[in-house]
């Protein structure tokens, strides 16, 4: 069983930086670990991913080029650094983990992000 814990969310005001991070209990057990987003009345949105190797893809468009997926060296937080935020980025910031090229088997509790105007 691996556990992730997010942590960083809060409020800020458009054009503001936040960082969120996510810690894993036990980074040997997964191989992927991504960040997903929802906003109230909205599904779930997969906004990138990073491997044990440190390979790292983004999805959704409406973030690239203002948020960044990095880990630390021992590869057991991950980390979103998102800039220039809008208010349309306010949702709960989820974290998961699993195997490369499966399912998402582990999920944080969700930070919520809040961006006014």
């Known amino acids: 069983q691996v556990q992730l814990v997010e942590s960083g969310g809060g409020l800020v005001q458009a054009g503001g930086s936040l960082r969120v991070s996510c810690a894993a209990s036990?980074?040997?057990?997964?191989?992927?670990m991504g960040w997903f987003r929802q906003a109230p009345g909205k599904e779930r949105e997969f906004i990138g991913l990073?491997?044990?190797?440190?390979?790292?893809?983004y999805g959704a468009d409406s973030v690239k080029g203002r948020f960044t997926i990095s880990s630390d060296n021992a590869k057991i937080t991950v980390y979103l650094q998102m800039n220039n935020l809008k208010p349309e980025d306010t949702a709960v910031y989820y974290c998961a983990a699993g195997p490369t090229g499966g399912p998402w088997v582990y999920w944080g509790q969700g930070t919520q992000v809040t961006v006014s105007s």
């Open positions: 036990r980074r040997t057990s997964v191989d992927t």
């Open positions: 990073i491997t044990r190797s440190g390979g790292i893809t």
